[in-house]
């Protein structure tokens, strides 16, 4: 199994575990696709049952969307500040409400 795929599946699970309080409040769902250093992509979706992974199929049905590589996404989860500088420079990308994004990115 790829390694980053191995380390995308225990984020989930951790994030599940330490904020399912949060998660159950959403109203909207993101949906993140995460590129890896292989080419492939993963997709996961959070919404208020939990962060999981899912087919690229939901692209079409989820409005709100953020875009990045694996390693973009390290360096958010260790320092969150990055994300402004992220965004501006074009590393990361953003598709829908922002603010909504925003708000769920955060907690």
């Known amino acids: 199994m790829?390694?980053?795929i191995h380390e995308i599946k225990n984020l989930i699970e951790r994030i599940n575990q330490?904020?399912?309080s949060y998660l159950e409040g959403l109203n909207s769902?993101?949906?993140l696709e995460i590129h890896l250093k292989d080419g492939s992509s993963v997709f996961v979706e959070i919404s208020k049952h939990g962060l999981k992974t899912v087919k690229p199929d939901l692209k079409?049905?989820?409005q709100n969307q953020v875009i990045l590589s694996f390693k973009d996404l390290?360096?958010?989860?260790?320092n969150p500040s990055?994300?402004?500088?992220?965004?501006?420079?074009?590393?990361?990308?953003?598709?829908g409400n922002i603010r909504e994004i925003f708000e769920i990115l955060e907690n």
């Open 2 to 4: 790829n390694q980053e």
């Open 18 to 20: 330490e904020h399912i």
């Open 29 to 31: 769902k993101v949906l």
């Open 60 to 62: 079409k049905t989820i």
């Open 74 to 78: 390290k360096k958010l989860i260790d």
């Open 82 to 95: 990055n994300i402004l500088r992220f965004l501006t420079t074009g590393r990361v990308k953003v598709k």
